[in-house]
């Protein structure tokens, strides 16, 4: 080709960038059969399930909720990784963000659509899922919707439809580059997606209006579907439920819990495709800061939830509260320890925030103490309700734990499918910021700068 | 849309007074619903399918211990938490003032169930048998529910439905004390007495205008159909 | 017809884009093509207003009626009374016409992004995969020609445009070459 030094470094980039859409290899084959077994043994506890009846897990009354709903709101949470940090850092047009953009909005795909299978799993006759759809029929039913769950059927399907469309947005240039450089079957593949991509200047133009505004409303449709997997809990009377503060307070940890994932993603990626040179000390000191900011947040709705509990005394709700804390102390801690002190602690130090395995170990106990979050907010409130005479307790079978795995072998396993057919790193985006980067001397030194408006 | 109405409303008076806990009732609303048998291993997790309870609590140091009794079966309430929450509408209120459950409707979110706070809503985590010769005692005139599918007390609304049609064919409405849920039927003390509420006149609506009476957890206004009634308004349960 | 000069870097495109220009073509029939955006002005201006957005009002509008007579109109037709409330409940009706108004202008925007865009084109377009890799291309669409053609828009197409198209690619191949292209590409559009 040429050798000039703009088309060098551009193949450079693109050899580098797109190195996982290279031929499988067998280590690849090994993993991907490994996630199959895991997802195939889930598959079999569910059988086991729908054929055995809903004894098998570990619910009864008064806790008919237990680790599905718990997976549920987990998956859902998660989900809001892609859309806070992909949307948000797009619109505050911070540069940092480019090489995580498409781990980031992939992540939210995979997980909504995790997240989505849990309702269908939970119900105790899977075969009937099909009268909570709305669909015209000969009896003329319609489904209720004023009830919780169907804005959650609703919501889940906006969301999973808007986040696969960003995600799909977001890679065309990048699908466009992909199609140039591959042949056969691959080459259609792409071609089809990247719908006659030139990267003429009037394509750019509308395709940088439409990215600003599909960032723009994907972000309102984040935080709906997590108030309304909130108010699953919070328009209901059980104690413990019924608080005000649970939409923001579930979109909060949401963020966390999708910041940490894609901390981890990002750690994960760098060292399966070699992108030490793009995912830097840098992006994970400015993710660091953002997990700082969102545990503290965290913290606060927390505190604020447990003291106006405490202050009260209302006797049915500092119950639930007490019997909880008793009951489960070992997994409050953890779970206070994992979302507030080690986040909080570490991430003020500068070079923890650099330290890929110290971010690695606080992303990954993020997500463990907020899916335990989950947990004790479900079955501690669903164990001491009301009426003393019908209280509970709850602990899971080999058939929730099994589908909770599995569900996360799943999602690693979509995840993993992905980026071996997609670019994983945002291409053109950081090519972009190589164009227009420069070093420019400023007094005694030089600078780097990046040129273009704002 | 016109708003349904009906001449009934009915609901329940239970005296605790006259309870003496003797479950009378519980075997009554077993034979008469169609419910399931539960062995000890399904209670013991949790999972017993009696429409109806009796709790127990004992009040006071030895000697002088007392136990009281509380009946607790579906309040059908008029406010009832667990119908708006029900995705397929499985859980409804119709215009008799009942809490209606269709069975074969219901897809197993288990949502009501956990939105009730009285906690009388019962699942169906195992498929139930009757082993021969129980299962010549099933009622006819109501479902035997499959695994996965929510239930609880209706007030008999077979023996509700079957007294209308009655009544219906004589051009009359039900008469006071005609129908009776199996549990108020078989109560040795009259401690559960079914009517119309509707109807002032009724036993049932001048035992709720008791001063003895009280209702369960008033303070979420679930407005019950179910009057508790407990002696001198010194010893509530 | 359109003609694609590849240039391996910035400044040979641009250098590109003055040569035509001051040849005579306007800058509504140059445009760039490239795998990384570049600014507006650097290359070509681009500067138009974009009309993509009225689909995504235009989506809502629909998600909005239709998120409506999904929540309140299914409610409608079958009135089942549930606790204490409505039969068509303010909040969950509200919720839901949310939800489908914003699903509905996200699809919006996509249809109408790829409306604006032309895209899929109908026919094939010229193109060199050369351009992935970080070439740029300098794409000019000629016009008929034969004759000098009528101003509008405040863009008056001077005397280039009374060549004739062949002699306006030899034009535009000539100078895209001495500003520096690698080769040039021509097809019928």
């Known amino acids: 080709m040429s050798d000039t030094p703009v088309a060098r470094s551009a193949t450079q980039l693109n050899d580098e960038l797109l190195s996982s859409l290279r031929p499988p290899s067998r280590r690849w084959y090994l993993l991907v059969l ?25 619910k009864n009354r008064p806790v008919m909720w237990g680790f599905y709903i718990t997976g549920f709101v987990f998956w859902v949470g998660l989900s809001h990784s892609g859309t806070m940090v992909s949307s948000i850092l797009r619109l505050s047009r911070a540069n940092w963000r480019r090489p995580i953009l498409r781990a980031a909005e992939a992540m939210t795909v995979f997980c909504i659509l995790v997240a989505g299978l849990f309702p269908l799993i939970h119900l105790g006759r899977n075969w009937t899922f099909f009268y909570m759809i709305p669909y015209p029929n000969q009896r003329g039913l319609w489904p209720n919707f004023r009830s919780a769950l169907l804005w959650d059927m609703t919501a889940i399907t906006a969301y999973i439809i808007g986040s696969s469309l960003f995600l799909y947005l977001g890679m065309l240039p990048d699908l466009a580059v992909a199609r140039d450089r591959s042949g056969g079957w691959r080459r259609k593949l792409y071609g ?29 449709v984040a935080v709906s579907v997590h108030s309304i997997v909130a108010w699953d809990f919070a328009v209901t009377v059980v104690p413990g439920w019924h608080s005000t ?48 900011v969102i545990s503290l947040l965290w913290s606060y709705a927390y505190f604020v939830e447990v003291q106006t509990t405490w202050y009260a005394h209302e006797p049915i709700e500092w119950e639930v509260f007490s019997f909880m804390a ?56 669903l164990s001491h309700k009301n009426m003393p005479f019908a209280w509970g307790s709850y602990s899971p079978s080999w058939v929730e734990i099994s589908v909770n795995i599995a569900a996360v072998a799943g999602f690693a396993l979509l995840f993993v499918l992905f980026a071996k057919l997609f670019p994983i790193v945002a291409l053109t985006d950081v090519r972009e910021l190589e164009v227009r980067e420069a070093e420019v001397p400023l007094g005694r030194t030089r600078l780097p700068s990046i040129a273009g408006k704002e | 849309m016109e708003k349904m109405t009906s001449p009934y409303r009915w609901g329940m008076v239970i005296d605790l007074d006259r309870c003496t806990g ?71 209120h119709n215009p008799d003032g009942l809490n209606g459950q269709v069975y074969n409707r219901c897809v197993g979110t288990r949502y009501c169930g956990n939105n009730c706070p009285y906690a009388v809503r019962v699942f169906n985590f195992y498929p139930h048998t009757w082993p021969q010769p129980l299962d010549s005692q099933l009622s006819p005139d109501i479902t035997v529910r499959s695994r996965g599918v ?54 049932v609506s001048r035992l709720s205008r008791s001063p003895r009476r009280f209702q369960l957890l008033e303070h979420l206004g679930t407005h019950p159909s179910v009057y508790y009634l407990k002696g001198g308004g010194r010893e509530h349960v | ?49 974009s009309w993509f957005r009225w689909l995504t009002l235009a989506g809502a509008a629909a998600g909005a009626v239709a998120g409506f007579t999904l929540a309140a109109g299914t409610a409608w037709l079958y009135p089942v009374q549930t606790g204490d409330k409505p039969i068509i409940a303010l909040y969950p009706t509200g919720i839901i016409t949310f939800e489908v108004t914003m699903l509905f202008a996200i699809i919006g925007t996509m249809a109408g992004m790829f409306l604006e865009m032309r895209l899929p084109p109908r026919g094939a377009r010229p193109y060199d995969p050369a351009i992935s890799e970080g070439c740029i291309g300098i794409s000019v669409a000629l016009h008929a020609g034969g004759e000098v053609v009528v101003c509008g828009e405040g863009e008056c197409i001077g005397s280039i445009a009374s060549l004739t198209p062949e002699e306006q690619r030899e034009r535009a191949t000539e100078i895209l070459m001495k500003a520096g292209a690698l080769r040039t590409i021509t097809e019928q559009s």
Request: charged share 20%; aromatic share 10%; net charge neutral.
């Open chain 1, 34 to 58: 490994f996630l199959l077994a895991v997802v195939a043994w889930g598959l079999v506890a569910f059988t086991w399930q729908v054929t055995h009846g809903m004894y098998v897990t570990g």
């Open chain 1, 192 to 220: 089809l997606l990247a719908m006659g991509w030139r990267g003429s200047a009037h394509e750019w133009a509308v395709y940088h209006r439409a990215s600003t505004l599909m960032a723009a409303l994907i972000i309102p």
């Open chain 1, 245 to 292: 503060i649970f939409p923001p307070y579930f979109v909060i940890g949401a963020i966390l819990s999708g910041v940490a994932a894609v901390i981890t993603l990002m750690i994960i990626i760098r060292r399966a495709f070699n992108l030490e040179a793009y995912l830097t000390p840098l992006h994970f000191d400015n993710m660091g800061k953002l997990l700082l």
């Open chain 1, 326 to 381: 008793d009951t489960y102390t070992p997994q409050l801690l953890l779970m206070l320890a994992g979302n507030s002190v080690v986040p909080i602690a570490f991430m003020c130090f500068r070079r923890l925030r650099r330290s890929i395995s110290v971010m690695l170990t606080v992303s990954l106990l993020v997500n463990v103490a907020m899916f335990i979050e989950r947990f004790l907010i479900i079955v501690p409130s």
């Open chain 2, 22 to 92: 003797c479950g009378a009732c519980v075997v009554a609303c077993q034979a008469e619903n169609n419910v399931a048998l539960c062995d000890k291993k399904e209670i013991s997790e949790g999972r017993g399918m009696q429409w109806l309870r009796i709790e127990r609590f004992w009040a006071g140091e030895y000697p002088d211990v007392r136990v009281r009794f509380l009946p607790v079966l579906c309040q059908h309430c008029h406010d009832a938490p667990c119908e708006p929450v029900c995705p397929v509408y499985a859980s409804y």
């Open chain 2, 150 to 203: 929510m239930e609880k007390c209706t007030f008999c609304v077979q023996r509700i439905r079957r007294a209308k049609e009655e009544a219906r064919g004589e051009e009359r409405v039900i008469r006071d004390g005609e129908v009776q849920p199996a549990c108020s039927q078989t109560c040795p003390s009259e401690a559960l007495v079914f009517g119309n509420l509707a109807d002032p006149r009724s036993r």
């Open chain 3, 1 to 49: 017809m359109e003609i694609i000069g590849i240039f391996g870097d910035l400044d040979s495109a641009a250098r590109g884009v003055e040569g035509l220009l001051r040849e005579g073509f306007t800058e509504a029939q140059i445009t760039s093509l490239s795998s990384v955006p570049y600014p507006d002005g650097v290359l070509v201006k681009a500067g138009q207003r």
